[in-house]
């Protein structure tokens, strides 16, 4: 029984293609996995062109069942950078390799970026950013070894570009948000990265050419219409950029990260009342958002600090004054919400400092207790 067993697990690029050729992707993994592991069939160009083919077809029929699917569980999420790897292996043993009813080498890099993008993008969601790196890289490769045949629209080189910059690895980033916009991408967000970069290394510019040809892209893009006003306050015409955010119909915005650029626009004319609603209804979408939520603590700390110099004004001339006790009884709601908010933001990032600094100023005004904590880890923080 136990000399079967063995035979049984013998290594055999045969009983391989034989179940690929029967479309049973999974045991012609199986069987081809104990080749590429045996010390002489590794060394055979062969055995990794059928590996290539075996995992590109099982990566194909998985990718399919999600597709129709989607609460369908892939098993092999890696299939397809396997199969990348595999076929590149094949080509370095053996440039002319090749096998009936299989792709070459040649043929089947060429092909793989749709599911080398699927794969990247998952690993993105899972903040995997290596591994999203390593499989994006593949997936350009592939992308521009020949003319696609299914054109990408930009979305390779921004996921990238989106990569890179979450590892802050932001030398190339540029590169390749200027390639996802030269392969004619419809995604605001190229442009807007892009404007974002130029706006970096002060070259309003080159920003100005990126907005224009955004503009004339995607025409009545929220997203673009956001970014205008910004470069306006950001080359200090504010009165062009009050022009267009008065342009702008807030109810028909609808996606949490344009009602907090909406609401930064808001905030910049210290309207903050305005400012608040949009971040509140961007935090019912997107519950647990440390922008959002720093965002509202600095909207509700502002506002208390307008009520509170009024009260401060009005008691100064009558300290009986209905409308002086009426401001600081709001200015007190108002600070007490902003604890809220920071608080929670806080649970997001326990250590940034410009947060802790204003909870310290908050519980030092409200006399409590909190002041000695949040100024204890202040001083460990700066300490250390």
Known sequence: MLVAGAMAQKPSLTKAYNNYYDKNFSKAKEAIDLCVQDEKLSTKAQTWLYKGNIYYFLSNEEYGAKQKDSTYQIVYPDAPVEAYDAFAKAAQINSNVEAMDMFTPKEAMKQLYPLLLVRGVDQLIAKDYNGAKNTLEKGIESYEMDKPQYPMNGELYYYYAYTLEMLDMKDDVRTYYEKAANDGSSNPYVYVRLIESYKAENNPTMAKKILDGAKTKLPGNTSIALAEIDYYYWIKDSVQ??????????????????LVNLSNCYIKEKRYEEAIRFLERANAMSSGNYVVLYNLGVCEYSLSEQLFNQYNQLAISN???????????????????????FEQARTLEPEDLNLLNTLRAIYARQQSPKYDEIDAIIKSLEKN
Request: charged letters at 25%.
């Open 241 to 258: 950029a009050r022009r267009l955010l008065n342009g702008i119909a807030p109810n028909s915005i609808h996606n949490a990260d344009e």
């Open 319 to 341: 300290p009986n004054d209905p409308l002086a006790a009426s401001c600081k009884h709001q200015s007190d709601e108002h600070i007490s919400k902003s604890a809220r908010y």
